[in-house]
């Protein structure tokens, strides 16, 4: 691993297996497997899958909150594995903090909003003394919009509304000048109508804090307004990873495609019906080896139901993982749809 | 893993801490509120009061044997008198102290070991939790009167010690259980993993994250421990453990038993004790319901309407 | 509007939740015309009130709520003055229910085969063999293997278990199918894919739907008419097309605004600023004004009504005759 690594964050072979059943059962779930992940300064990377794809568990992973069955994940060229004392491992966590997905679940219920925000405060900055530490949270509640500050610190999470709640949310993860924000579906919740409010916030944040995101979300649309490259998950794999116009403009994985073609864009023209196929997420409990879409492909190959497809670049940033995708921009067909990009 | 887009709650929701007061605020309301709850604190404060109060409201010294015995009530003796010639009513409220002080230390102690296997067994999780189990198991499973009789025969009396002792060791494990269960249900909570992201250290997350989402739940078998404290203190008494010189509602029945009160001609002092034994415990049992009842507004009672055509037989 | 008679006419229908405060007023004054065949799609976010009228229509809402004036006429009958008996006769086999998450809604120890013919029984007599014929029928309507029958709810997939909730409520070809959300809970493959079984069975079959959605562009392509609700009222309906090109209600426009788009230019979008009032003390006036770009003095004092234009229904001042 070279000294100065470009990346702010890397995976390498990132796997999480978990066990299902007792201690002697044979099953076990595949929920990350040998993923490959580089996140940069100032940058938005979006993971997008379904149910099981894996990108929950990769936030988790990347948190802290699990620990890798195999691989590696690097912050600043250091690997996490590495990082053995509490201090260290708090150093981490406030330059790395996660924004979860249930408003109404991610704040106690029986303390204030202020209270995560001042217990960050605590642990990241214990130099601060009380009145600098309010006067901290203050400050970071008006910067994610909730103002006037004091005033909010006072509430309780029922007195917010669900948008109101996420942004104490980043406000809490924003209490140790982080340089990189996990944000697990931040937006899934919420109404339509807030959503917008909370991405524009975090390219705001991005813009002026420089700060990073890993935003993960199975809403490819809210991926494409907010994020700079796109990362699709299927079944604990990396399926295609790109910029994000690229990507959309030129999917070149089937599932990819699949997950385009299904979004319902009100501004499209109505599309054709196309095959109603039964759509099966997949299932990644011992799956052995073979592409794990090959079921759902119309493209699947002899190779395809044998050999994992690995990660293979295409075009200068985009590859994917596909044994018959190739390079060309109009080999596989498009859905009519993205055509009109 | 649903997406579950949140729509259309009913749009006033009924939330758990009113208003800016806080808990202490919410609280008071509610208790004064529910019927069963003012009932219950009406009496726990009645008999408060009385234990705090003893010297003032009691006539004579309890212990004493000056007056004659088995004298029916008078305005003297407003209760009578026992049949070695104490005042009953003397002695029913210097009993009140022991009593209630037995009940909650009792319940107290039960309730503070539920909450560690309880929690302990859900934290710690793997075999940790199945050893834990297996222990709160194996003491629900102890029939409770027969281990108190075997207990008492052996302690020949002793003192408040066994009785607490016994009280407490036949009374935790019930709480165990529900405590593991919810603690079980809290552990996913967004909230929790947020507090562990942030950096914080275990015993922090169980003791200020966890423990005050389940505080209605750990009132509530406090209360249940409560009751269960002052009837088997009662019963224990009865059959003769702990300090049979004790002033103590249990005890007064031990003598009342032991000199016959009831053939001899004086029920009173079979009935007061009995009575207030009864009293004490519907207090705990009072505030119990009252407690479920404004922890989840379902229990609540439902105030008939005007008669109206909407009605269904369907929950939404 | 409608030329033959509708199956669907709601009248000034409210609904409130009695609460200790007071009584909230959940659906206000809402008015709808659903035709036969006709698939209505009512489309709102959290607090509108549009499961609540759905729940309304439906007969299920229980205590604190309850339908405080109002009619609701299917097939000419007013469902709000009708008893339970007679309420009995009528579910399931002229309208039935969908509901939002079938994990919820199917019964986890039974059967899907012994929890259709619970459907069956419970509204008509039939002989089993009868029954057990119909229950495949509708299975495959749905595109299910009828060998599914003697699955659990947990042995089959998100998508599944909500055509399967489908096909209950199909099992009696009502005339109305009322469907709350019924895609929500699944990915967006199987959205798609479900909605357009869900069209195609209406084409086939021919039943009305009303379907309640938060997601618009989900039902842009399926609906013929929208409504789109606010704090409880109505605010804008029309046909889809019009209402999705030429959207006219400042509120209706600010929720297209929130959707950004995998197509076309990148835009900077703004939603909407603020958020639903409380019911409880609604704003003066227009219930949108304290959160519209539009507003005008009138709207803080006077309630619009729902103007009538050539193309639909518009509850905004901007739209009052003759502008």
Redesign the interface.
Known sequence: MAAETPFLLETAGLTKHFRLGGILSNRVLHAVDDVDLAIGEQEIVALVGESGSGKSTIARLIARVYRPTGGEIYFRGRALSQMRNRSEVLEYRGRVPMVFQDPYGSLSPVFRVSHGVLRALRLHRPSLGKSAREQAAVQLFESVGLAPGTEFLGKYPYELSGGQRQRVGFAQALACSPELILADEPVSMLDVSVRIGLLNLMATLRRELRVSFLYITHDIASARYVADRLVVMYAGQVAESGPVEDVLAHPKHPYTQLLLSAVPDPRAPISLPTSSEVAEPPRVINPGEGCRFRARCPYAVAECHVVTPRLRLLRPVHSAACHVATSDLDDVPVPERVANL | MAIRILTDQPPVETPSVSTRSGVIGTLTRALVSNRKALAGVVLLGVFTLVAVFAGLIAPYDPHSLQFDPILGPSREHLLGTTGNGQDIFSQLVWSTRESLVLALLAGVMATAISVIVGVSAAYLGGLWDHVLNLFTDVFLVIPTLPLMIVVAAYAKGGGVGVLIAVIVITGWSYGARQLRSQALSLRNREFLEAARVRGERSLYIIAFEVLPNMTSLIVAIFLGAALYAVLAAAGLQFIGLGDTNDLSWGTMLYWAENNGALLAGSPLWVVAPGVCIALLGAAFALLNYAFDEISNPALRPVRARRAQAASSDQPT | MIATAPVLDIRDLCVD???A?GA?R?VDNVSLELAKGEFLGIVG????????LL?AIA?????????ASGSVRFKGRDM??L??KELRHIRWRDYAVVMQ?A?NALNPVMTIGAQLKDAIEAHERMPTARMRERCQEVMRLV?IDPEHLGSYPHQL????RQRAMIAMALVFTPELVIMD?PT??????????L???I??LQRRIGFAAVFVT?????V??FSDRLAVMYA?QVVEIGATRVV?EDPKHPYTK???????????P?L??????G??P???RPPSGCRFHPRCPSVMPQCHTEEPPLYVRPNDLVKCHLYADGR
């Open positions: 939740y009695v609460t405060r909230v959940a976010e959290s607090g509108c009130g549009k499961s609540t729940f007969r299920l809402l229980s205590p604190p709520a309850e339908i709000v003055t008893g339970e998450s994990m595109g997939s998100g998508g599944m959300e929500s809970a699944l990915d967006v493959v199987a959205q798609r894919s909605m357009l079984q069209k195609n938060h997601d618009m562009s989900l842009s392509h409880g999705f600010g929720l297209m605004q929130s959707f950004p788009s995998i197509s076309g990148k900077h979008l703004v939603g909407i600023a958020s639903p409380d019911l409880l």
